[in-house]
C-alpha cells in the first residue's frame, strides 16, 4: 500500500524557515517524480513545484511565487521528499501535501496519483 | 483565485446523477488531454478519481466518469451514494512542467 506521510508543518513567523519532510513508502520511490502542492485556508489547490527522479535528470521546477525562496530534494536512499522554505510569508499559509506524480508510477500520467494527508503551515507574527 | 474554475457546490439525491464542471483556458483544459479529478475526504489522504480527462484508476467504481469539450472537463457521478460527498478538485497540465487546479467542488448529497 503506497503511504506518503508529511511532517515538519508548524507556526513560524514571517521572514522565517521551515523544512517539510514526506517519508514515501509502499512503491519504489527511486521511479516516481514528487511533487509538492498546497491549499491555503479556504482556497483551492496550488502546485507548488517537483522533482523528477534521478533517471529523468532530477530537473526541478516551481511555481512562480515560491521561486528562489522554497527548495525542493529528495534522499532515494531514505525514500524523502523534502521542501525547503525560506522567507516566507503569510501567504505561504497552507495544508502542503506531497504527491507523486507523472511518468514512472501509478497511472504513468500528467497527473497527482498518491497523496500524503497533508502537514499546516501557518506564518503569522 | 485559482486557475481553473469550478462551482463552489453541487448537490444530489442517492441514487441521482450529478455533474461538476472545470473550465480552464486554451493554455491548459483545451490544449491538453491531462485533466485530473481528486476527491477529498476531510482526514483522510486526497484520492485520484478520473486522469487524462476519463479514465479511472484500479478501484474507482464506473459511478465516476470524466469528459472534455474544449476548455472545459466535467466530473460526472452517477447513482449517487451517501460516501461520494466530499470536495472535489480537477487539475490539468499547463505546459513546461507546470500544473494548475481548480477551486474545489462541495458535493452534496441529499
Known amino acids: 500500500e503506497v503511504q506518503l506521510v508529511e511532517s515538519g508543518g508548524g507556526l513560524v513567523k514571517p521572514g522565517g524557515s521551515l523544512r517539510l519532510s514526506c517519508a514515501a513508502s509502499?512503491?519504489?520511490?527511486?521511479?516516481?517524480?514528487m511533487s509538492w502542492v498546497r491549499q491555503a485556508p479556504g482556497k483551492g489547490l496550488e502546485w507548488v513545484g517537483h522533482?523528477?527522479?534521478?533517471?529523468?535528470?532530477?530537473?526541478?521546477d516551481y511555481t512562480a511565487p515560491v521561486k528562489g525562496r522554497f527548495t525542493i530534494s529528495r534522499d532515494d536512499s531514505e525514500n524523502t521528499l523534502y521542501l525547503q522554505m525560506k522567507s516566507l510569508r503569510t501567504e505561504d499559509t497552507a495544508v502542503y501535501y506531497c504527491?507523486?506524480?507523472?511518468?514512472?508510477?501509478?497511472?504513468?500520467?500528467?497527473?497527482?496519483?498518491?497523496w500524503g494527508q497533508g502537514t499546516l503551515v501557518s506564518v503569522s507574527s | 483565485q485559482s486557475a481553473l474554475t469550478q462551482p463552489p457546490s453541487a448537490s444530489g439525491s442517492p441514487g441521482q446523477s450529478v455533474t461538476i464542471s472545470c473550465t480552464g483556458t486554451s493554455s491548459d483544459v483545451d490544449d491538453y488531454n491531462y485533466v485530473a479529478w481528486y476527491q477529498f475526504h476531510p482526514g483522510k489522504a486526497p484520492k485520484l478519481m478520473i486522469y487524462e480527462v476519463s479514465k479511472r484508476p484500479s478501484g474507482v467504481p464506473d459511478r465516476f466518469s470524466g469528459s472534455k469539450s474544449g476548455n472545459t472537463a466535467s466530473l460526472t457521478v452517477s447513482g449517487l451514494r451517501a460516501e461520494d460527498e466530499a470536495e472535489y478538485y480537477c487539475s490539468s497540465y499547463a505546459g513546461s512542467n507546470n500544473w494548475v487546479f481548480g477551486g474545489g467542488t462541495k458535493l452534496t448529497v441529499l
Open positions: 504527491a507523486t506524480v507523472g511518468p514512472g508510477y501509478g497511472s504513468g500520467s500528467y497527473c497527482f496519483d498518491y
Open positions: 509502499g512503491f519504489t520511490f527511486t521511479n516516481a517524480w
Open positions: 522533482i523528477k527522479r534521478k533517471i529523468d535528470g532530477e530537473t526541478i
